[in-house]
């Protein structure tokens, strides 16, 4: 049989080691919130700098917009050209990056295809992730080519 200063010393133990865990567990908890709610916001300025894929698509262009409130980017949406064994329609939006120097160019090529209603040959790279003072989306365009 225990004495009672031995089960007190127990208590004190077993208390101090929940206090250990209780700690440990509420760090992983917050850990866990601090990332699903600020990791969008730690992910974009690491990601916009990591080249994801690159390549070259075919859309006739279906709006044109100069998206947010505080920074402004040239948003784009543009059906995917039918042909190819490709039956339904595909949606793809894209992005002008704000800090291509060739910005202004690709615009224009851009709002004219749109005005003619002419298909376009978009060559772009996609980012692993975006910040809102480049882009909405990861799909950067780097040269747009008329279709005649």
Known sequence: MLTEEEKTKKREVYHNRMKKQNKIAWLVL???F??????RALWGPIGVNIQYSEG???VQIVKI????LIWKTWEVQGIMAPGHGIATTYVWNF?????APNREELLQKINS???NGKT???IYEQKAGS???RSKTTYLVKDVTVIE
Do not use: C, H, Q
């Open 30 to 32: 917050g850990t866990f």
């Open 34 to 39: 601090f990332l699903i709610f600020f990791g």
């Open 56 to 58: 070259e698509r075919k």
């Open 65 to 68: 917009a100069s998206r947010g």
């Open 95 to 99: 992005s002008i990056d704000n800090m």
């Open 113 to 115: 295809a749109y005005a």
């Open 120 to 122: 376009v040959n978009i």
């Open 131 to 133: 910040v809102p003072w």
